[in-house]
C-alpha cells in the first residue's frame, strides 16, 4: 500500500467530514423536531408526557450505540479503518429516510410508535462507529504534534450537520404554511437525507487507509481478539475515556438539540427565533474547531481540556442563575451561545486525546466503546431527564445536568494525564 500524505489528507478530511456531517444532521432533526414527532407518533393531553415518550425513544437509539461500537470497533481494528465507515454511511440513511414515509397514530394507531422505536434502534446501531471511526481515522493520518488538529475535522463535519439541520428546517418551514409543516412539512428534511447521502457515500469509496493502520500491519501488531484486549489490559483508560466523553454527551445534547425544544415548548419562545439563534451560535463554532485544533499544536491538549471543563462548569452556574426567573433574556442567550463555544472547543479538542490513551491495534474498538456507552448513559438521556426534573418544578434542570457533565468530566481529566502515552 502507498501512502501519499497530502492527498490522503484532502480526501479523507472531505469524506469524514461529509459523513459526520450526516450522521449529526440526521439526529439533530429528531430533537429539533421533537414536538411535531411528539405530536403525530406520541399524542398524549399533556404536552410534556408526550415530549417525555419523544425522548425515551431518543434514548433508545442511543442505547443501542455501544453494541454498533461493539462491531463496527471489531472490523475497524481486524480489517481497517476504511471499510466500516463506509458500512456506517449506508446503513445510516435508510432510518432516516423511513422516518420520513411512517404514517402516524391517527392512522396507523400503536404501530406508529413502535415502529419509530424499531428505527431508532436500527440507526443507533448504524451510527455506533461512525462518530468514533471517524475520529480515529483522521487522528491516524499525522503523527503525534498534529493529531488533535487532524481530529478536530470529525467535529467540524458534526458542527457542519448541525447547521445543515436548522437551515434544512427553517428553508422548510418559510416555504409552507404553519398548518402545512405541522401536519406534513416535517418529514421532508428527513427526505433530503436520501440526497445527503448518496454524496457522502461516493466521496468515502475514494477513501485510503490510514497511515498507522497500515504501519501496525506491516510490523503485524494487528490483534483478532480487540475488544478482549482492550477491557483486559486498558480498563482505567476505557472509564477515563467514557468520563471525559460526557462532557460531550450532555452539553451537546442539552445545548445543540434540546434547547430548541426547550425554549419553544417551556418558554414559549418563536421556533424561527429560537432556529436562528442556534445557527449562529453554530456558525461562530464552525470557525472556533479549527482554531482549537490549531491550538492544540501549541498547548498541550489535557491542559485545555481542563481548562474547557471548568468554563463549563463556570457557565451552567450562570444558566441556572438565569432559568430561576424563567424568562427568555439577553443573559440567557448569551450563557446559551458561551456553552456553545465551549461545546466546539472541547469537541475540537478531545478526540486528539482519546487517541493517545489507546495503541493503534486496539483503537477504534476502545474508543467506540467508551465514547458510545457514555453517550447512552450521558447524552442519551439527558433530554429526557432534564424534562423529567422540569415537570416536577426543577426549571434549572439544564443548568444542573450540565455542572454535572462538567463535574465528571473535570474529575477524570485529573487522573487522564498519566495514561495519554500513544
Not at 194 to 204: H, S, T
Not at 248 to 271: C, D, E, N, Q, R
Amino acid at each position: 500500500m502507498e501512502i501519499n500524505t497530502p492527498t490522503i489528507f484532502n480526501q479523507s478530511t472531505l469524506g469524514n467530514i461529509f459523513g459526520n456531517t450526516l450522521e449529526w444532521y440526521d439526529f439533530v432533526l429528531y430533537g429539533s423536531l421533537a414536538p411535531f414527532i411528539a405530536h403525530h407518533f406520541f399524542p398524549e393531553k399533556n404536552s410534556l408526557i408526550s415530549l417525555m415518550l419523544t425522548f425515551a425513544v431518543f434514548a433508545v437509539g442511543f442505547l443501542m450505540r455501544p453494541l454498533g461500537g461493539m462491531i463496527f470497533g471489531y472490523f475497524g481494528d481486524t480489517r481497517g479503518r476504511r471499510k466500516p465507515l463506509l458500512w456506517s454511511i449506508a446503513l445510516m440513511v435508510i432510518p432516516t429516510i423511513l422516518i420520513g414515509f411512517v404514517p402516524s397514530y391517527s392512522t396507523i394507531g400503536f404501530l406508529a410508535p413502535l415502529i419509530i422505536i424499531l428505527i431508532r434502534l436500527f440507526q443507533g446501531l448504524a451510527v455506533g462507529g461512525e462518530f468514533a471511526g471517524s475520529m480515529v481515522y483522521l487522528t491516524e493520518l499525522s503523527d503525534q504534534k498534529n493529531r488533535a488538529f487532524f481530529g478536530s475535522f470529525a467535529s467540524f463535519g458534526i458542527f457542519t450537520g448541525l447547521l445543515l439541520g436548522p437551515i434544512v428546517i427553517l428553508l422548510t418551514n418559510h416555504s409552507m404554511t404553519h398548518n402545512q409543516f405541522s401536519e406534513w412539512g416535517w418529514r421532508v428534511p428527513f427526505l433530503f437525507s436520501f440526497i445527503l447521502g448518496i454524496i457522502v457515500y461516493f466521496w468515502r469509496r475514494n477513501m485510503h487507509e490510514s497511515t498507522a493502520y497500515i504501519q501496525d500491519v506491516k510490523k503485524k501488531l494487528i490483534t483478532h481478539s480487540p475488544i478482549k484486549e482492550c477491557f483486559r489490559s486498558h480498563k482505567a483508560a476505557l472509564l477515563i475515556s467514557a468520563c471525559v466523553s460526557a462532557q460531550v454527551g450532555i452539553p451537546f445534547w442539552l445545548v445543540m438539540v434540546y434547547s430548541i425544544t426547550y425554549f419553544t415548548k417551556i418558554l414559549h419562545a418563536p421556533f424561527s427565533i429560537v432556529e436562528t439563534q442556534n445557527m449562529y451560535a453554530i456558525l461562530i463554532s464552525l470557525i472556533a474547531i479549527p482554531f482549537f485544533g490549531w491550538l492544540t499544536k501549541k498547548i498541550s491538549t489535557w491542559l485545555l481540556l481542563i481548562i474547557i471543563s471548568f468554563s463549563f462548569i463556570v457557565f451552567s452556574y450562570v444558566i441556572d442563575i438565569v432559568l430561576i426567573h424563567h424568562v427568555i433574556s439577553e443573559k440567557f442567550y448569551m450563557a446559551d451561545f458561551a456553552i456553545t463555544i465551549l461545546v466546539a472547543a472541547y469537541l475540537a479538542t478531545f478526540e486528539g486525546f482519546l487517541a493517545s490513551l489507546f495503541p493503534t491495534e486496539i483503537r477504534y474498538s476502545s474508543i467506540a466503546i467508551s465514547y458510545n456507552i457514555s453517550l447512552a448513559i450521558f447524552g442519551g438521556t439527558a433530554p429526557l431527564i432534564v424534562t423529567a426534573m422540569i415537570k416536577n418544578g426543577i426549571v434549572t434542570a439544564p443548568g444542573i445536568v450540565l455542572t454535572i457533565g462538567g463535574v465528571i468530566a473535570f474529575v477524570a481529566l485529573l487522573f487522564a494525564r498519566r495514561f495519554a502515552r500513544y
